[in-house]
C-alpha cells in the first residue's frame, strides 16, 4: 500500500527491512525522507519496513561448562546473570545442569539467561550407629543414602547380641551410595565349665584356662592332698568366658 501510494506521486521506491518491537511486520516504521519532505524525482524514498521484533535464539548450554556456555550466551546477545549452584549425582562438577529459559527460547537482546550448575556429588556425614540395633542402623544409614554391609560378627561382653559393635568408617563423609560396613554383636562368649573334681591345682587351673575362665584356689586345711573336692561355679555351666572359678583344694 506505502509502495503503490508513492509510485502514484511519481517517486521512486527503495524498501529495507528493520525490526521493530511496536510496529507490526510488513507495515511501515518509517520514511527516508519524512513525510511532508521535499524529494527529488530521480531519488527514491526508503521505506522502513517492520520485520517484528528482534528476538535470539537460546542456544544449547546443558553439559557444557559454565564459561563456555557463558560465552555461547553472550555471543548471543544475552546476559548471563550469576549462576546458582546444585548437587548433582550425574553432572560433573562445574558442568551446567539446565538453563532458565531453556534451548531454543525466543528472547529480547540482553534477556537474562540463569544457568544451574552443578557443585559434583553432595558428601554425606556418616551418621555414628554404633550400639544401636542392626535395623536401626541400617534404617538410619539407608535413610541418607548409603548402603550397608556387615562383615564377621564378633562377640562383646559389652554390647548386647544384635547390636553394632563398631562401623567403617567410623565418621567423616561418603557420596550416596557407598558402603558403611557394620560388625555386629553375637553378645558375650559363653562357655561349659568343665569338671576338674579329684585333679591337682595345677590340672584343674589348666584345664579351666583352657576353656576361657579364671580360677581361683580356696585350699582347705591347707590343701595337703592337693586335691579338687569342689568347683563353683559347677561343671556343665554355662557362663561368659572370662568368668571365676573357685575351686576347692584339700
Same mark, same amino acid.
Given at each position: 500500500?506505502?509502495?503503490? +501510494?508513492?509510485?502514484?506521486?511519481?517517486?521512486?521506491?527503495?524498501?529495507?527491512?528493520?525490526?521493530?518491537? /511496536?510496529?507490526?511486520?510488513?507495515?511501515?516504521?518509517?520514511?527516508?525522507?519524512?513525510?511532508?519532505?521535499?524529494?527529488?524525482?530521480?531519488?527514491?524514498?526508503? !521505506?522502513?519496513?517492520?520485520?517484528?521484533?528482534?528476538?535470539?535464539?537460546? &542456544?544449547?548450554?546443558?553439559?557444557?561448562?559454565?564459561?563456555?556456555? #557463558?560465552?555461547?550466551?553472550?555471543?548471543?546477545?544475552?546476559?548471563?546473570?550469576? $549462576? /546458582?549452584?546444585?548437587?548433582?549425582?550425574?553432572?560433573?562438577?562445574?558442568?551446567?545442569?539446565?538453563?532458565?529459559?531453556?534451548?531454543?527460547?525466543?528472547?529480547?537482546?540482553?534477556? $537474562?539467561?540463569?544457568?544451574?550448575?552443578?557443585?559434583?556429588?553432595? &558428601?554425606?556425614?556418616?551418621?555414628?550407629?554404633?550400639?544401636?540395633?542392626?535395623?536401626?542402623?541400617?534404617?538410619? !544409614?539407608?535413610?541418607?543414602? !548409603?548402603?550397608?554391609? /556387615?562383615?564377621?560378627?564378633?562377640?562383646?561382653?559389652?554390647?548386647?547380641?544384635?547390636?553394632?559393635? +563398631?562401623?567403617?568408617?567410623?565418621?567423616? %563423609?561418603?557420596?550416596?551410595?557407598?558402603?558403611?560396613?557394620?560388625?555386629?554383636?553375637?553378645?558375650?562368649?559363653?562357655?561349659?565349665?568343665?569338671?576338674?573334681?579329684?585333679?591337682?591345682? #595345677?590340672?584343674?587351673?589348666? #584345664?579351666?584356662?583352657?576353656?576361657? !575362665?579364671?580360677?581361683?584356689? %580356696? =585350699?582347705?586345711?591347707?590343701?595337703?592332698?592337693?586335691?579338687? =573336692? %569342689?568347683?563353683?561355679?559347677?561343671?556343665?555351666?554355662?557362663?561368659?568366658?572370662?568368668?571365676?572359678? #573357685?575351686?576347692?583344694?584339700?
Amino acid at each position: 500500500s506505502a509502495v503503490t +501510494s508513492l509510485r502514484g506521486s511519481d517517486l521512486k521506491v527503495k524498501v529495507q527491512q528493520t525490526f521493530s518491537e /511496536t510496529v507490526p511486520a510488513g507495515r511501515v516504521v518509517r520514511t527516508e525522507p519524512a513525510a511532508g519532505a521535499d524529494q527529488p524525482r530521480s531519488e527514491s524514498v526508503v !521505506l522502513r519496513v517492520s520485520k517484528g521484533p528482534q528476538r535470539f535464539t537460546v &542456544p544449547e548450554v546443558v553439559g557444557a561448562t559454565q564459561q563456555v556456555a #557463558t560465552t555461547r550466551l553472550r555471543e548471543a546477545r544475552l546476559a548471563v546473570p550469576t $549462576p /546458582t549452584q546444585e548437587f548433582s549425582e550425574t553432572v560433573p562438577a562445574g558442568t551446567v545442569i539446565r538453563s532458565s529459559p531453556a534451548r531454543g527460547a525466543q528472547l529480547k537482546a540482553g534477556s $537474562p539467561v540463569q544457568l544451574v550448575v552443578s557443585k559434583g556429588r553432595q &558428601p554425606i556425614a556418616v551418621p555414628d550407629v554404633r550400639g544401636q540395633t542392626e535395623d536401626a542402623a541400617r534404617s538410619v !544409614l539407608t535413610g541418607t543414602g !548409603l548402603t550397608v554391609t /556387615t562383615g564377621p560378627q564378633e562377640f562383646s561382653d559389652t554390647v548386647p547380641q544384635g547390636s553394632v559393635i +563398631s562401623q567403617t568408617p567410623a565418621s567423616g %563423609n561418603l557420596f550416596r551410595g557407598q558402603q558403611v560396613t557394620l560388625v555386629i554383636s553375637k553378645g558375650p562368649e559363653m562357655v561349659s565349665v568343665p569338671s576338674v573334681l579329684d585333679m591337682s591345682t #595345677t590340672q584343674a587351673r589348666q #584345664t579351666l584356662e583352657g576353656a576361657g !575362665l579364671k580360677v581361683k584356689v %580356696n =585350699r582347705i586345711f591347707g590343701g595337703l592332698l592337693d586335691t579338687v =573336692r %569342689n568347683q563353683d561355679p559347677a561343671s556343665g555351666t554355662s557362663v561368659r568366658k572370662g568368668t571365676e572359678v #573357685t575351686i576347692s583344694v584339700v
